[in-house]
Structures are given as C-alpha cells and as structure tokens.
T-cell receptor, first 115, second 111 residues
Framework: GAVVSQHPSRVICKSGTSVKIECRSL??????MFWYRQFPKQSLMLMAT?????????EQGVEKDKFLINHASLTLSTLTVTSAHPEDSSFYIC???????????FGEGSRLTVL | GENVEQHPSTLSVQEGDSAVIKCTYS??????FPWYKQELGKRPQLIID?????GEKKDQRIAVTLNKTAKHFSLHITETQPEDSAVYFC??????????FGTGTSLTVIP
C-alpha cells in the first residue's frame, strides 16, 4: 500500500516553544492531507484539511494561529504547534488521500509532550 | 460538518464468534465509508471500505454493509481471532475531500 511518513515520532518541548511536525507521502502525490489529534483511547479528531498550494481549512474550534499548517508541495505538509502549552500535549496524526481512489493513508503519528 | 456515531464503544467476543460494529452518519452527500483498525501505539490501517454505489462488500472474514436510506453502515468480522483485538474506527467521506471518524470500538477477542 501507499506510504505516508511522519516525523518526528516523539517530541518533548518546553512550554512556550514551537514544534514542527512533517508529513510526507512517499510514493504518491497528495493534493489533500489531513491532520488529526487523538487523545488516549479516543477517536481521531479532524483538525484541518490541507490542500497543496492553498490555505488549510480548519475545523470549528481549532485555532488557526496556534496550529499552523503548510502544504507547500504535493508530497509534504507540515503542522507547527506555536507557543505550545501542556494542554497541547497529544498524539497528532497526519493522513493523505490518494487522488484517484480517495483512499486515506496514515502517518505513524507524533506524540507531543509539552512540559 | 458530518457527524459519525459508532457503537458499541467496547465489544468482547469469544474466539470464533462474530463481531458487529455499527456506524451512522448524517450527511447524505457522504459517499465513501472506510473502516480502520488501530493497534495500540500504531497508525490506523485501512481494512475494508465501501462506496455508496454498493450495498455490501466482503473480504475473507471481514464484510461491510451500507444502507444509504437509513444512513448507516456496519462492519462484520466472522470467526474472530485474538489478533483481531484492536480499536476499530469507521469513517465517512465526501469524495475523499474530508474524512470524519466515529468514536471507535475497542474489540477484545477472548481465546
């Protein structure tokens, strides 16, 4: 199947710093990528839809200025958590839709811990 | 946006028995319904999907049914095995533009 790579898998940072998470589709071009947040034993909460070359579409309740999303190429989308606080600690997962099928493929996820 | 509900939240079955997980969705424009299996600490993996022009799809021990009129779809796992134990998520999508997930079902298969 298609491969989506996410990096870093784990990151620990101090409160107030910014953290960037990368999501790459390795063997297909992804015009659309999605970012999810997952709390322990809970579902995947869609944060935003990232479209190549345009601004991301954020879900209601997700702060655009805190969670900056950039989709500069057909194979790379980044999520930057700005001025991170302990409540931002979570598991963040990206996914990419393969255009001709609409199938969704997930990255490995990034566990963010803000001290 | 789309609202996807999933039941039950937890499910325990004896090995060899069947397991059924049900989801409902709200947006009649949704036309793609994948199911994902997520093992602890790992990424969700697609196990089966169905599109709105099909009522049922089967892949070995796994099957999915879709009722567009009632806006619900179900995952059926037959002859369950311990390795089927995981969290299962349903999702609904409009042409792959956005994906909304159900709340997940933690399945435990008891040997």
């Amino acid at each position: 199947g298609a491969v989506v790579s996410q990096h870093p898998s784990r990151v620990i940072c101090k409160s107030g710093t910014s953290v960037k998470i990368e999501c790459r589709s390795l063997d297909f071009q992804a015009t659309t990528m999605f970012w999810y947040r997952q709390f322990p034993k809970q579902s995947l909460m869609l944060m935003a839809t990232s479209n190549e070359g345009s601004k991301a579409t954020y879900e209601q309740g997700v702060e655009k200025d805190k969670f900056l999303i950039n989709h500069a190429s057909l194979t790379l989308s980044t999520l930057t958590v700005t001025s991170a606080h302990p409540e931002d600690s979570s598991f963040y997962i990206c996914s990419a839709a393969r255009g001709y099928t609409g199938e969704l493929f997930f990255g490995e996820g990034s566990r963010l811990t803000v001290l | 946006g789309e609202n996807v509900e999933q039941h039950p939240s937890t499910l325990s079955v004896q090995e060899g028995d069947s397991a059924v997980i049900k989801c409902t969705y709200s947006d009649s424009a949704s036309n793609y319904f994948p199911w994902y299996k997520q093992e602890l600490g790992k990424r969700p993996q697609l196990i089966i999907d169905i599109r709105s022009n099909v009522g049922e799809k089967k892949d070995q021990r796994i099957a999915v049914t879709l009722n567009k009129t009632a806006k619900h779809f179900s995952l059926h796992i037959t002859e369950t095995q311990p390795e089927d134990s995981a969290v299962y998520f349903c999702a609904a999508s409009i042409a792959g533009n956005q994906f909304y997930f159900g709340t997940g079902t933690s399945l435990t298969v008891i040997p």
